[in-house]
Each structure stands twice: as structure tokens, then as C-alpha cells.
């Protein structure tokens, strides 16, 4: 994960944690903790995230903010990922990416 984020985020059932990709300093471990998140992202948040046309919101949102020198890479991988491959993925139902562009005309929603 950490290849292509420096703080994933984890949004599930009322948990709402981040990871650093830098061990935590105040807790004297070397390790990677995860970090209780105070600010909850709101539906309209999630909708953004999700894919803003659907009802029912998922479970479990994971966001990837992505390194900049990453983005192209993943842009490449996903546009070779064939829908198929979720028939093997039982528990994930949908896949959706977005994109920030500097300019806003160019965001974009892709969803599998």
C-alpha cells in the first residue's frame, strides 16, 4: 500500500483510521500504527468518493491518496484491469477511482 500512498484511510462500521507511512514518533514504537481519525467525512464525502449516484453507501471505503510520481503507473494498471476480475472478489461489489485534475472540467468518476 505504501508503494503508491503515504496515508491510506479507512473508513468502516464507525472506524475511521489513517496510516502513516512514517513510524509514529510520540508513541516510541518504530512501527506503523493507525491513527484514530476525529473528523468523520460526510455522506456528501463519501458520495464523492463513491461515486455520487448511488443509494446505498458501502461498508468499508478505503481512500488512496495517491504519491504524484504514482499516479500515471496506477492510471496504467487500472485501465488494463478487466471487470472480470471481481466475479473472484466476493466481498468488493463496486471500484470506483477518482480523479483531481487542477482543473476541475477534467475530474472525473470511473466505477467497475
Known sequence: ??????????????YQ???NEKPCPQC???YIV???????PTLQ??????GGGVDLLPTTTIVLPLKPDKVTPVK??????HPEVLLFL??????????L???SKKNKVSAI
Open 34 to 40: 493507525p491513527e484514530w481519525i476525529e473528523e468523520k
Open 17 to 19: 483510521i489513517s496510516f
Open 28 to 30: 516510541g514504537l518504530g
Open 76 to 81: 496504467l494498471q487500472l485501465s488494463n484491469f
Open 90 to 99: 466476493a466481498k468488493i461489489r463496486h471500484l470506483s477511482v477518482r480523479e
Open 45 to 50: 464525502d463519501i458520495k464523492k468518493i463513491y
Open 1 to 14: 500500500m505504501f508503494l503508491v500512498t503515504t496515508q491510506p484511510y479507512i473508513f468502516s462500521n464507525g
Open 101 to 103: 485534475n487542477e482543473d
